[in-house]
């Protein structure tokens, strides 16, 4: 079975740029969540989807924004990108809603702001 | 909200010996995961372990909910273990918090 997959693997954006990144969850999963690392952190919560509905937002700005598709699958839109932005984003899916599910995640965006 | 712990924050370990990673976590649980994160970035599930004893390989994990602690034991490093171990858990109705990770270095 495929798992967790991302696109694209790379991105290297200017500050001002807007950009969108995409995850398809594994067969069977609805809850689609995004994570953002940092070098040398853990992943943070950025927003978790169920069903096409937001269900949790981490603490992030209006920046951030993201979609889920009746296929369950994802976009992250980050506008105005700031340096700070740079950073592995990571996507993760489940099989329900809640965050008690068993988190499956994808190979990352790496995301460079230059 | 919860906070996760990991310790050590390092470990160099010969290839051959056993390893014991620790995550200690502030409240009661839902779900405690821990993964392996390559080189290349991908997180790779290894247990999700809210409570209880699992074992897989070479590798075991034990999570004591009522003493808010996780431990991870490698058996038998490989070079190919090498990487960052994280923990990670939830309470009640909020997102997985990770730790800041183990790094482990397996040298041959």
């Known amino acids: 079975d495929a798992g967790v997959t991302q696109s694209p693997t790379h991105l290297i954006k200017t500050r001002g740029q807007q950009v969108t990144l995409r995850c398809s969850p594994i067969?069977?999963?609805?809850?689609v969540s995004w994570y953002q690392q940092v070098l040398g952190q853990g992943p943070q919560f950025i927003f978790q989807?169920?069903?096409?509905?937001?269900?949790g937002r981490g603490n992030f700005p209006d920046r951030f924004s993201a979609r889920q598709f009746p296929n369950y699958s994802s976009e992250l839109n980050v506008n105005a990108l700031l340096l700070g932005d740079s950073a592995l984003y990571l996507c993760a899916s489940s099989t329900g809603t809640g965050y008690d599910y068993e988190q499956y995640f994808g190979p990352g965006t790496r995301l460079t702001v230059t | 909200g919860i906070q996760v712990e990991q310790s050590p924050p390092d470990l160099i370990l010969q290839e051959g010996a056993n390893s014991t990673l620790r995550c200690n976590f502030s409240?009661?649980?839902?779900?405690l995961q821990w993964f392996h994160q390559n080189p290349w970035g991908q997180l790779i599930n290894l247990f999700y372990i809210p409570s209880g004893t699992k074992q897989n390989g070479r590798l075991s994990a034990t999570t004591v909910a009522t003493e808010r602690y996780s431990l991870l034991y490698i058996s038998s490093s490989q070079t190919t273990d090498s990487g960052v171990y994280f923990c990670?858990?939830?309470?009640?109705?909020?997102?997985?918090?990770f730790g800041k990770g183990t790094r482990l270095s397996v040298i041959a």
């Open positions: 067969s069977g999963h609805k809850s």
């Open positions: 409240d009661s649980v839902n779900n």
């Open positions: 990670a858990a939830n309470s009640g109705n909020t997102p997985l918090v």
């Open positions: 989807y169920y069903e096409k509905e937001e269900r």
